[in-house]
């Protein structure tokens, strides 16, 4: 046990940072997400397919290669970002297409009546999602939203391919210090186990919270 | 107040309305009455452009019904609509419902939409319902809601797409009395609807539409005792025997 306790400060540091990737990504994620299952229910037809054209381009590659071409890719454009914002940046964009197409889904869950209903009123239809039809959906879609942070959580570690140091990269330091894979990967693994868990308490309670009645 | 010229939709190979025309004066109540399938439901809904008519030319109030965009909503807004199925915003309170537009559309201010809103609720009789969701409200309840919040954004005109066919049959009678009380303040109305009696009772007129086309109108007196069209005699033996 001396081999993680010799390197409490390594390891907290990653959960930190990992914390930190975790929440930024969610954030943004729920963003593009929102904005790209809009653009792909919008009446405009070239706002929907650029939806449609971002999400199979962002799914249909693995993250970890997005996360290398931006890596070595944007300083060859001119674009200079640390490591830590550029990982954020590529994770938001990659759940960003996920979160949308679980967004849409609620999207089409909720009965075409509300937005007639708003629009006859005479909102525009950017007030009547925004306003009616997105709240109900982002209701439903809570769960499968949960199910995607976890996601998220988990793929931050691939982060610790280009040189960002979350928990996964700062148990790798300390197995090459230590040479103990088993009880140093364990005790990462809890860490990510601990975290899910909150996710998930989270995601139970918003569920509860939000339930529609119909 | 509604002017509709040759009025034409089509859903794939079927043709909803064909080369439908209505004029409907202010302060007149239209009851359109026909068998399933006939597009009355469709008319109504085109007359605010929820369905937007393969041809033909829907005005309010002397202005045509744009395409889209803000314009349209604009002119939407001084058309009430109340649906089948209520409509309600189900995640929003009963009072929530009705100041939405108003402040929204109107820019009214949350004090003056919310004093608007509890006068209309009292008017239709669910005053106390306010602050409850629409799913804890009987069927009779929502639907008195739903015109209630239609009704706070001032409309021109009510539209009523079979507002009475959701509901369970001890429930008719409260909204039919609210759309009466409506009718008797002077309101513009096209309904779309199955009661008979309110058709004899509350019409102005009556247009009996069969096959997506107006096949004939007339006073509610002249229409149920010597109905022109075979189509028309036809359907009346049938909804009248019971």
């Known amino acids: 046990m001396n081999v993680i306790t010799d390197h409490l400060s390594e390891f907290g540091h990653g959960l930190l940072l990992t914390v930190e990737l975790t929440l930024l990504s969610l954030a943004g994620a729920l963003v593009a997400g929102t904005a790209v299952a809009a653009m792909r229910v919008s009446p405009v037809r070239v706002l929907r397919a650029a939806g449609m054209a971002y999400v199979e381009v962002l799914q249909n590659i693995?993250?970890?290669?997005?996360?290398?071409?931006?890596?070595?890719?944007?300083?060859?454009?001119?674009?200079?970002?640390?490591?830590?914002?550029?990982?954020?940046?590529?994770?938001?964009?990659?759940?960003?297409?996920?979160?949308?197409?679980?967004?849409?889904?609620?999207?089409?869950?909720?009965?075409?009546?509300?937005?007639?209903?708003?629009?006859?009123?005479?909102?525009?239809?950017?007030?009547?999602?925004?306003?009616?039809?997105?709240?109900?959906?982002?209701?439903?879609?809570v769960q499968p939203l949960g199910n995607i942070a976890i996601m998220t959580l988990m793929n931050t570690a691939l982060a610790a391919a280009v040189?960002?140091?979350?928990?996964?990269?700062?148990?790798?330091?300390?197995?090459?210090?230590?040479?103990?894979?088993?009880?140093?990967?364990?005790?990462?693994?809890?860490?990510?186990?601990?975290?899910?868990?909150?996710l998930g308490l989270a995601t139970g309670t918003l569920e509860r919270k939000w339930a529609i009645l119909r | 107040m509604i002017e509709v010229r040759g009025l034409h939709k089509r859903f794939g190979a079927h043709t909803a309305l064909r080369a439908v025309d209505l004029d409907v004066a202010r302060g007149e109540v239209v009851v359109v009455i026909g068998p399933s399938g006939s597009g009355k439901s469709t008319l109504c809904r085109c007359l605010n452009r929820l369905e937007s008519p393969d041809a033909g030319t829907v005005r309010i109030d002397g202005a045509e019904l744009p395409a889209?965009?803000?314009?349209?909503?604009?002119?939407?807004?001084?058309?009430?609509?109340?649906?089948?199925?209520?409509?309600?915003?189900?995640?929003?309170?009963?009072?929530?419902?009705?100041?939405?537009?108003p402040m929204r559309v109107r820019g009214l201010?949350?004090?003056?939409?919310?004093?608007?809103?509890?006068?209309?609720?009292?008017r239709v009789g669910i005053g106390a319902q306010a602050d409850k969701l629409p799913a804890q409200l009987s069927g009779g309840q929502q639907q008195r809601a739903a015109?209630?919040?239609?009704?706070?954004?001032?409309?021109?005109?009510?539209?009523?797409?079979?507002?009475?066919?959701?509901?369970?049959?001890?429930?008719?009678?409260?909204?039919?009395?609210?759309?009466?009380?409506?009718?008797?303040?002077?309101?513009?109305?096209?309904?779309?609807?199955?009661?008979?009696g309110f058709a004899r009772q509350v019409a102005d007129r009556v247009v009996f539409m069969a096959d997506g086309e107006i096949v004939e109108s007339g006073t509610p007196s002249e229409f149920f005792a010597s109905p022109t069209s075979d189509r028309a005699r036809d359907f009346l033996g049938k909804v009248l025997s019971h």
């Open chain 1, 62 to 141: 693995p993250l970890l290669v997005w996360l290398v071409i931006a890596v070595f890719g944007l300083p060859e454009i001119g674009v200079i970002a640390g490591l830590f914002t550029t990982s954020v940046v590529v994770i938001v964009l990659y759940q960003g297409a996920y979160t949308a197409e679980a967004i849409r889904s609620g999207i089409n869950a909720v009965p075409s009546g509300q937005g007639e209903a708003a629009r006859a009123l005479g909102l525009t239809f950017t007030q009547s999602l925004r306003l009616v039809v997105l709240p109900q959906a982002l209701r439903t879609v």
């Open chain 1, 163 to 198: 040189g960002v140091v979350e928990l996964t990269a700062a148990a790798n330091r300390v197995n090459l210090a230590e040479a103990q894979p088993i009880w140093i990967f364990v005790t990462a693994g809890l860490g990510y186990m601990a975290l899910s868990g909150l």
């Open chain 2, 68 to 101: 889209e965009g803000r314009a349209l909503a604009r002119l939407r807004a001084d058309v009430g609509m109340v649906f089948q199925s209520f409509n309600l915003f189900h995640h929003k309170t009963i009072l929530q419902n009705l100041t939405l537009a």
């Open chain 2, 109 to 122: 201010s949350r004090e003056e939409a919310e004093r608007d809103a509890r006068a209309l609720l009292d």
């Open chain 2, 147 to 196: 015109i209630a919040r239609a009704l706070a954004m001032r409309p021109k005109a009510m539209l009523f797409d079979e507002p009475t066919s959701a509901l369970d049959p001890e429930m008719v009678g409260e909204v039919l009395d609210v759309m009466t009380g409506l009718a008797e303040d002077g309101m513009t109305m096209v309904v779309v609807t199955h009661e008979m």
